[in-house]
């Protein structure tokens, strides 16, 4: 049986423009787009019509899972709850990250990781989920135990992007120690003592085990056809290292001259859409807007805050005369989707996944009015 949705009166977000128009819905897919408004069909009020956003990097799965220190929430209740801010955000395809290596000071333990990618697969086979939810799995190289963490999922399908990370201090985020000792002495409460001693520790372990492990994980990722993305680069060695390991999806680079080396190279530059809402980074790192301005931003990520990645695409076309409202949206729907081979979304394009987003916004921050996944309404 056939089903049919009409969407008329609408500001209708193309790839290079936009246009007022109606869109068809069948069966799932985009089946026709027209200018002009339709004799029949869901009135749109002249709201805007985009494609449902794909967000290849967030962390709020985690803060569901892990609310508190040392609090595990019910794996399919933090689930449920991450899905409904997704989908009320207007994300319509999540890249989970699920984070792999620990040490006695943070992260999972072995298992954990993998018993959230097993309730996610029952959220799915059950039909509890809005969006279409896959898998990134956040490497730290320089933990000891991550290699024993990434061998849990060597045959799950839904892993489709993996980054290969180093937060150890002197180096990519925390090239100075200023943001660092803010982000773990006083964020912790740690003594003098303890601090020097966390330092230590880390830096130890980086030095043992990063490069073996990343090129132990870019291998097992290339054998497996899984997107590798870099992260936090910040020298042109960075960028050379991740061109030769097939590097596809360049994460929150830390300098102008990462994120142009990585542009150029082909790599897909992935900045954070709350760097562009707050005007700047929180780590004190370069600001997406100037990449942006240099034309070498190419993917924005939500990160931590959901619905920033519906609001950031209109910051920069606001602020940023050369950077129109069609070429804003393509970095939160077809260039993440492509980056990551996901050539049936991301775009208003008949044939492709009905995966849209209603959008009522003339000034001021944007409103989520509805929202559908392969024709159906989710939210």
Known sequence: MTTETILTNARLVLEDRVISGNIVLRDGVIAEI???????????????????????????????????????????????????QIASSGITTVFDCLRLGSDADDGFEVGEMRAIADALALARAENRLRADHLIHLRCEVS????????????????????????????????????????????????????????????????????????????????ERGITVASHDDATLDHVEEAIGFGVRLAEFPTSIEAAQASHKAGMSVLMGAPNVVRGGSHSGNIAATDLARAGVLDVLSSDYVPFSLIQAPFVL?????????????????????????????????????????????????PIVRSVWRQGERVA
């Open 143 to 222: 933990a000891a135990d991550v290699l024993d963490h990434f061998a849990d999922f060597l045959t799950d399908t839904q892993v489709r992007l993996a980054s290969l990370m180093d937060h150890a201090p002197g180096q990519r985020q925390f090239q100075t120690m200023e943001q660092y000792t803010l982000y773990y002495k006083v964020k912790r409460g740690l003594t003098d003592e303890a601090f020097a001693h966390f330092i230590a520790r880390r830096q130890a372990a980086s030095a043992r085990y990063s490069d073996t492990h990343r090129q132990a994980l870019a291998s097992a990722c290339a």
């Open 34 to 84: 027209a200018e002009g408004n339709s004799a029949t069909g869901v009135d749109m009020e002249g709201d805007y019509v985009i494609p449902g956003l794909v967000e290849l990097h967030t962390d709020h799965l985690e803060a569901h899972y892990s609310p508190r220190p040392g609090v595990r929430w019910d794996a399919m209740s933090a689930i449920q709850s991450h899905d409904a």
């Open 317 to 365: 076309a606001d602020e940023i005369e050369e950077l129109d409202l069609a070429t804003a949206i393509r970095l939160v729907t077809a260039t993440p989707a492509n980056t990551v081979g996901l050539d049936d979304r991301g775009s208003l394009t008949p044939g492709k996944r009905a995966d849209l987003v209603r959008v009522r916004r003339e000034t001021g921050i």
